[in-house]
Structure formats: C-alpha cells, structure tokens
C-alpha cells in the first residue's frame, strides 16, 4: 500500500518537471522561475481559508501546524486525519494564530521549504547546456566520420565497379561500326593474348574512346569487355579526383592492383579529362591533387606489360584538353572517334532499341531516322522510351506514329501544354510563328517547315516553327554561307512580324531567344568561318570560352580596334537581315493576315498544308516548289 503510493508520488514528481521542462523550452530560457512556480501551485486541491483555520483551532480539531516562512502556507493536520494535511495561506504575521495555537495547544512548528525554484532552474540550465553539448558531439562525430573515410580509403573503400560479366555484345551497339571494329581487335587481344605475344607483338596498353555524350562509349566498352569474356572495371574520372590530396593517386594504385589479380581484364576510366587535363594549366594555377593523381596514372600505365592481359579503355568528349603524356605511345596511343550516328546508323540503333518495345505495324524506322538528324545514340534510346512510356499512360495496346511524333516533340522541343484561350497575347504568338513559318518557305536556302504551332509547351514556349533539318548538312556540319544567312533572316521573322503587325513599339520580349541565336551566329561568320569583309582570319576559339589546358593558349588576342570592326560587322549583318525579313513580311502581309486566321482556329499547320497555302499566293522557291507538286 505505501509502496504504491510512494511510486504515485515519484510518478507525478517526474511528471510535473517534465511538464516544467517543456514549459521553459517552450517560453524560453527567461521565463523559468514563473513557470516553477505555476506549476507548484497547481496541486494540492485540500484548501483551507485563514478564518477556517482559526475555527478549526478554536474548535480544537487541529492536531498539528507546520508554517512555512518562505511560501507563507501553513500545513494543517486535522485530528483523525490521515491523508494529506490542508494547506492554508496565512499572513506573514499572524499573533492571532499564535494565541490560540498556545490556547489549544497544538502542535506550531516552523519549517522553511528547501528552495525548490532555484534548484529547478539550475537543472533547466544543466539540461540546456546538455542538449548544447549533444549538437556539438554530433557534429564533431559527423566530420569525424568522414575525415576518418579519407584516411582508411586506399583500403577498404574502392570507387571503383567490378563486373565479372557485362552481358552486353557487340550487336547491342549500332550505328558506329568504324568504332565498333577498331575494337575488335582489343577483343583479339583481350581473347587470345599467346597469339600476339608468341610472335613477339607488344599489345596496346591503352584505348581513348572521343566523342559527344551519349554517342555510346561505355555501351562500347562493355561490349569490348562481353565479348571478350573478361571483367569489367570501371571508374569515372570525377571520382579519382577528391578533396584530400593523395586519395585519387591511391584509388589509382588499388584500381592497377586488383585489375592485375583480375588478369585478363578491362579497365574503363570514364571522362578522364576530369583528371588527365594538362598539367600545370588551368585558371588559379594547377590543381597538385589532380596532377599526383594524373602521375599515379601514367606510373601506373608505364608499369604494367601490356602483354599480361590488362587494357584500359578511357572515355572522353574532351581530346583537346588532354595532357600530351597521356597520349604518348605506350599509354593512350590508340584513338577511337565515337561520332553522333549518321542516317542509317540512327536506323540501326533505332532497331537495336525496338526489339524490347512493342511498336505498330505501319511505323517506320528509317522515316524516323531521317526525321532525327543530330540526336545521339542516348537520345534515340530515350526516345523510343518515352514513346513507350506514353502509350502505356493512353492505355494503348502498341506504341503509334502519334506517340513517336509527340515524344519527338516532348524530347526537342518540351511537354505539351494545354492551348492558350482566345487572347491578344495568342494572336502575337500566331503572327509570330508565322513570321518564322512564311520566310522559311519564302526564303531560298532555308530548310522547309515541318510545322508551324501555338499550343504552348513546357518551358515558356508559347509556340514555335519547327524545320526540318536536311541531313547532309546536319550529318557533315557542311552549311553555306547562303544557309546561314536565309536562317538569320527566318529567325529574325517572328520579331519582323510583330513589328509590321503591331507596330515597333507592340514588339515582345518573346524573341529574346531569336535575337540571342542571330547574335550568335552573325559573330561566328565574323570571328570563325571568315565569312564577313574581315576576311579569313579565325578570331576565337570555338567554343568562346577561357581555354584550360592545352599547350597553345589560343585565347583570341586582337585588339580594341579589331573588336568594334567585329562588333560593326555583326551588326550589319543582323540589321540587314532585319531589313530583308520586314521586307517580306510587308510584301506578303494579307497572305500572314489570311493564315493567321487558320493558325488561330487550327492551332497547328503542317508543313506540306502550309506549303500549299503560300503557293496559292505567290511563287515558291524551286526546293519548295518541288516539295508541293511532289504531294
Ligand atoms: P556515352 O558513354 O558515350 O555518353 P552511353 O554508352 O552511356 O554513352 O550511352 C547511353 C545509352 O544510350 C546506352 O546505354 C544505350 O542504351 C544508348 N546508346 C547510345 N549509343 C548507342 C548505340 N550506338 N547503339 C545502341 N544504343 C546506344
Ligand atoms: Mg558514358
Ligand atoms: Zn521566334
């Protein structure tokens, strides 16, 4: 019986500093001596009032009154009382009580409380600093953890991925068969080392694998590793490269080592331009981690016979920055060039990628082929995917043309979105594909339209004119002057229009992006392809970037003077293009008023419709013209 009510006692003690605890993070560390006290006086519902007391007294009901100075209560035990004594508030001075406690004879004592309040709020610091201590532990122990990973790596954490078997095959790859049989031979290598070396041939050590992203070089390094039945490491440059010095040279060491256990084996170093850009270049001076790791390398490379059956596949979009010693013979010395696909390569990767997906019957593989100029191996891929994707959301048996068209779209241009409601701000738009729609059937050397819509799409797109590409200029970069020039006057079309239609002051922000691509390509005839009176003089670099490696520094070096002649002649080409583009906007403006009417109720032409409207009113080029008879 009294143990249970001891453990009552203790539980609503701990209960009430618990509440006492909350109270004061809640409100903050100023208020802990109110909330102390809020919280004693909750209890204890056995009350008296002074004058009940005094009663009691007289009445001679009291056995016992412990005072207590500090709270100025008084605790009554009543005579017969068992439970908890009363609690009475009493006066500081109280010689009434007094009289009759000595009259009544009861017990009086005096009893100042512990106090309480400052015991609380010491333990309310003690906590807080506690919780302080805890955060600062933690964090302590978080960057404890992974110095601590920096120091054991070159042991136990390897970056690196072992493949026993790839499972990929040479028929798995499309479209880049020059690569493809280059490689054949490391296969041989690979396969039947005793072959080589017994006539004392000395087997290529390394591979440099160049091309755009996603043209497929580690789908090709795979393929080497599957058909020659060895293991497969690989690493991404990226990942020797680390904040402490020494760990990239160390996972380079381990990489070497366990490949030569593995023996026969292929070794794949991803984007190695991350690590085997030249030395001793860059902005800010070199980087020592990346050198050490970059000389861990070549150590690493100059050390092992290539005829003991290890060879190191690397893979880069960057040849240019490489350093020299890494392409010396005896490493890197053999090249491989992954290129984008041309039409018939696209073809095959499509197929390669359909045998998985259930297409309709009447889809034809080459006509997409040719409707793809420029997209990768990775993008074809990713195409047939998000036309599969769509046509499971439509609940479709086989993947259609329209899911192909709209994946198209979806991947070159962005995701459909719902049309604009009937607004001045949809008629801009529709002139303003027109613009670019007409002069690209207008002009001679443009490539025809494909089609021309206003149905919004992801990304701000309020509508575009889509072309379509001609394949041997996308597929041999080979674009005339005469190309680029009618493209810059088709891109300044939209703007044109708007003008002629709304007046110069109406114009919108919405060809920021033409106005961006003109410039562009109005300064690379000037300073790259020696198309403007300047002559044939190349006056950047290609890319117009700082160069970071290499050893010639070819950061263009012309002077003042040179640049406001580049700047006069990028402006007169775009301000003449201008100039022609309002001109056929103007010439043929009742021909844009009819077909925007069109535009606006269709929502989309396509490129043969349009085609046939325009040569109703007027001559077509020849290229165009043929295009419409043809139908
Ligand atoms: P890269 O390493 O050149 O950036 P990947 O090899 O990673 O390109 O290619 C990514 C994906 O694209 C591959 O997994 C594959 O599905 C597809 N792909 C790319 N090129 C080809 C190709 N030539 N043939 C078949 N599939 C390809
Ligand atoms: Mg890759
Ligand atoms: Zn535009």
Known sequence: MKKSALQFRFRSISRQSWRFTLGLLAAGLMTCTPSGVIAQTETDPQTLSYTQLLERVDGGQVEAIEYDPKTKTAKVTLINQSETPYTVEVLPEHPELLEKVRQQNVDYDVNPSTDNSAARSLLANLVIIFILFLVVFLLLRRSAASSGQALNFGKSRARFQMEAKTGILFEDVAGIDEAKEELQEVVSFLKETERFTSIGARIPKGVLLVGPPGTGKTLLAKAVAGEAEVPFFSISGSEFVEMFVGVGASRVRDLFRKAKENAPCLIFIDEIDAVGRQRGTGIGGGNDEREQTLNQLLTEM??????????????????????????????????????????????????????????????????????????????????????????ARRRKEVIGQSEIDDALDRLTIGLKLKPLLDSKKKCLIAYHELGHALLATLLENTDPLSKVTIIPRSGGIGGFAQMIPDEENVDSGLYTRSWIIDNIIMTLGGRACEAEVFGDLEVTRGAEGDIQQVTNLARRMVTLYGMSDLGQLALETPNGEVFLGGDNMNRSEYSQKIAEKIDLQVRTIANNCYGEARRLIRENRALIDRLVDLLLEQETIEGDEFRKLVAEYTQLPKKQQEMVMAQ
């Open 302 to 391: 100059d050390g092992f016979e290539g005829n003991n059956g290890v060879i190191v596949i690397a893979a880069t979009n960057r040849p240019d920055v490489l350093d020299s010693a890494l392409l010396r013979p005896g490493r890197f010395d053999r090249q491989v060039t992954v290129d984008l696909p041309d039409r018939k390569g696209r073809h095959k990767i499509l197929d390669v990628h359909a045998r998985t997906k259930k297409l309709a019957e009447d889809i034809s593989l080459s006509l997409l082929a040719r409707r793809t100029p420029g997209l990768s191996g990775a993008e074809l891929a990713n195409l047939l995917n998000e036309a599969a994707i769509l046509t």
